[in-house]
């Protein structure tokens, strides 16, 4: 099994041979990560882009360390990574901590998704 570097892992994120971004998981430990995305241009927003590579980010995640309990965190004013994360399957479970999104300071909710008998996400 690999073991990723002080609980963390980050992956490229590429578009028609473009780096755009990235996908990682931090705080790997028992079987728990906390998922982050950026992709920097928003002329790739709202494309899919970012919901296929946290899909497979997860899925890496459930095979290569066991992963079946991810959290994750976004501006309350950020909507896209918000639907992002409900579609991918996430559930609003709290708001902890404030952060600024585009000049708009907002709250950070945060989100948990379970993996469910072992089953690719």
Not at 84 to 107: A, D, F
């Amino acid at each position: 099994m690999n073991k990723p570097l002080d609980g963390f892992v980050r992956k490229g994120i590429e578009y028609k041979d473009e780096l755009i971004g990235y996908t990682d998981l931090a705080y790997i430990k028992d079987q728990t990560a906390e998922l982050g995305i950026a992709i920097g241009a928003s002329h790739y927003w709202g494309k899919g882009i970012g919901f296929e590579a946290s899909r497979r980010m997860m899925e890496y995640g459930l095979k290569e360390f066991g992963i079946n309990l991810y959290f994750a965190e976004t501006n309350e004013y950020n909507v896209a990574s918000r639907r992002m994360l409900e579609k991918l399957g996430y559930k609003e479970i709290g708001i902890e901590g404030k952060e600024e999104y585009r000049g708009r300071e907002g709250q950070l909710v945060q989100y948990e998704y379970k993996v469910v008998n072992n089953e690719n996400v």
